[in-house]
């Protein structure tokens, strides 16, 4: 189908499978690589394989099969859409008549524009001795990476030959095959497959200084030494979560290892789910286990997204609205309380209202038009919630007994496959036949209206009571002068419940900010502002600022400097932005300290602050002489043959 986000051609030509062998170059920062693609040729006539690129150096293509040089073209980049890269056109090789299939090889390499790498010196590392490379690649950042057709709807295979300084540790989106040393001792060749078709989007790379803790025969946990006991120690449940997504899927887990790596403070996302290794964040590392329903929600997309994928970026509510789904569905058999489900939805249903109020009104339909945009730019907690919130309409319509066995048929019928919203549209009416419910759904209403879903599910509140009561008394404290709690019952609370808490104080005091002395009088007792869980210090800033409590700011720029998760940067930027008290601030922090950041999260934070940022004026070109990339790779990748550049077609 069509996808505007991608300038490849797959109906004409298809990657199915892809060889890729990788030198990793700390010094220069830059990936010398090499990608062979098994390409099947559908289209009668075809000439030419098309690929997406983004600031790559792309040095040369030839045929596998002989060697042969083919003729390329880098085409321009679209005008006003710098996000979909240049379209790199490859000559087909010649082959038999009736030969549907061939292979092309292109040489090429990363350049400091490539926002799917980000290198970390070794001073923002957590053992300041060894520098540090993570990728990511979702949604259309791929093609920085890696020439790909980088669309949802194509999927391949890879394995993968990753050569890496000898003190460090290569992990992929892919089963750990071997490791061998370098004649020198002074590298480590990596190998990796991946035997699951997967979508570019879910191609990844970590290279650092790497320990591992087995949590299972199945599951482990990667994460710098200093780091890894207490990552270990937070994700121990991993197992257990993935047992129970399995009774609910009613599949195997199709993936082989289930491996966790917790990145450095600058990864962008709570965590990414890329297929045999999930990378988190770590602010998750809470001390308590009480922020790991983030993992049960990557463990999740191994069936909702990562096995049965949106075909387009605009059916994205498909893999995240299933998959929060799901996520809650797991969390609730692990704390043996059905109530869980609802009182977590509490949450997210203040999180979609929040959202809806801050976004542009066409990003809040459920069923997207992104067209040639940047998904980046409508990637947002609707997909998550108001698709959530759809399906628990469904749920609740047809009884959860029967909609547990169409989400199982659902699962078992996409598998490996990639679908629209209309895809499930008409499996779900197909599977419920004649229950004349059906008539009842408003589907176009519920995938293309604006804004709050047309339906809130009632949630239940008995969970939500006491964090809604402590609400209530606060807002007396400040309204009526009354005499503040005077313990601290919110100590043993989980952090669900002071999350809860936090969350309905904000919705109360969203016309009237609370004084500062309530304010102080709150931080007094709960001491929320030195609070080392990211969610209750999250919560606690935004109610700080709202109020103008000059007193938050060095506390919010120290939260903001020292990770770059984008659920907490872009709105405490946002916030302060709109602040009396931290406009300035804002701005200055941001400028002073946007290199600690993803390149998505310093793009993302400069649209919302209205800040122009610099980029590199030198082209993917000049990165580095073709020359001495050519060599370069002859003596890293073990090329043999001289590349021929005067087949080069030049735009």
């Known amino acids: 189908m069509s996808d505007l986000s991608s300038n490849s051609k797959p109906e004409e030509a298809v990657v199915t499978h892809l060889d890729w062998k990788i030198f990793v170059d700390f010094t220069n920062e830059r990936l010398i690589a090499e990608a062979t693609y098994s390409v099947y040729v559908l289209q009668a006539g075809a000439t030419a394989l098309n690929l997406d690129t983004a600031h790559l150096d792309i040095v040369a293509v030839k045929a596998y099969e002989g060697g042969d040089s083919l003729g390329f073209t880098l085409h321009p980049l679209a005008e006003n859409k710098p996000h979909l890269g240049r379209r790199l056109e490859i000559d087909l090789p010649k082959r038999n008549n009736d030969d549907e299939k061939c292979r092309i090889t292109i040489f090429y390499s990363t350049t ?272 998550y919630e108001k698709g959530f919130t759809f399906l628990l309409y469904l749920e609740r319509l047809v009884g959860t007994e029967k909609f547990e066995e169409f989400f199982q048929a659902y699962i078992a019928r996409f598998a490996s496959k990639t679908l629209t919203s209309t895809d499930f549209k008409d499996f779900f009416l197909q599977h419920f036949g004649e229950n004349p419910k059906m008539k009842e759904i408003e589907w176009d209403t519920w995938f293309y209206a604006q804004g709050t879903p047309p339906i809130l599910p009632p949630l239940d509140q008995s969970m939500a009571k006491a964090s809604a009561d402590l609400a209530t008394t606060w807002c007396a404290v400040d309204c009526e002068k009354t005499s503040p709690p005077s313990t601290n019952e919110i100590i043993t609370w989980s952090t669900g419940q002071t999350t809860c808490f936090l969350d309905t104080l904000q919705d109360m005091t969203a016309d009237e900010p609370l004084c500062v002395s309530t304010l102080k009088a709150m931080k007094k007792l709960y001491h929320l502002a030195e609070s080392q869980n990211s969610e209750i210090l999250f919560r ?22 020292s990770q770059g998760r984008m659920k907490y940067v ?20 941001f400028l002073e300290h946007k290199d600690i950041y993803h390149p998505i999260a310093v793009k993302m934070i400069a649209i919302d602050l209205k800040v122009a940022i610099e980029q590199s004026t030198c082209s993917a070109s000049s990165i580095m002489n073709p020359l001495l990339l050519t060599s370069v790779l002859v003596a890293v990748v073990g090329v043999t043959v001289a590349f021929v550049r005067s087949s080069r077609k030049h735009s």
């Open 112 to 383: 400091n524009l490539c926002s799917a790498l980000q290198w970390l010196p070794a001073s923002q590392t957590a053992g300041k001795k060894y520098p540090y490379l993570f990728t990511q690649c979702q949604a259309i950042h791929a093609r920085s990476l890696l020439p790909c057709q980088d669309r949802c709807g194509v999927k391949m295979t890879y394995k993968a030959d990753v050569t890496v300084p000898k003190w460090a540790t290569c992990v992929m989106s892919a089963l750990p095959k071997d490791t061998k040393i370098s004649a020198d001792k002074t590298e480590k060749i990596c190998t990796c497959d991946q035997p699951v078709p997967i979508s570019s989007y879910l191609l990844a790379l970590a290279v650092g200084d790497l320990e591992k803790r087995e949590i299972s025969d199945r599951c482990g946990i990667w994460s710098e030494p200093s780091v890894v006991e207490s990552a270990a120690y937070e994700f121990s449940e991993t197992e257990e979560f993935l047992s129970i997504a399995e009774a609910i899927t009613g599949q195997d887990y199709a993936w082989g290892r289930y491996d966790l790596l917790c990145l450095p403070p600058s990864f962008p996302y709570g965590g990414m789910e890329n297929p045999c290794l999930t990378f988190v964040t770590p602010t998750l590392l809470a001390g308590d286990r009480s922020l790991a329903d983030v993992v049960a929600h990557e463990i999740a997309h191994s069936w909702t997204g990562n096995l049965v994928t949106n075909a387009t970026w605009d059916h994205f509510w498909l893999n995240e609205g299933w998959t929060t789904w799901l996520q809650r569905k797991i969390m609730s058999r692990m704390k043996k309380n059905p109530k869980f489900l609802d009182f977590d939805a509490i949450q997210g249903r203040k999180a979609l209202s929040d959202t809806i109020a801050e976004i542009a009104p066409e990003n809040t339909c459920l069923v997207l038009n992104i067209g040639d945009g940047d998904p980046d730019d409508s990637y947002s907690k609707v997909s």
């Open 540 to 561: 606690y800033c935004l109610l700080a600022i709202a109020s103008e409590d000059e007193s938050i700011i060095p506390v919010v720029v120290r939260f903001i400097t």
């Open 570 to 589: 872009r709105p405490l930027y946002r916030r302060l932005y709109r602040s009396k008290i931290g406009k300035n601030i804002a701005i200055d922090t």
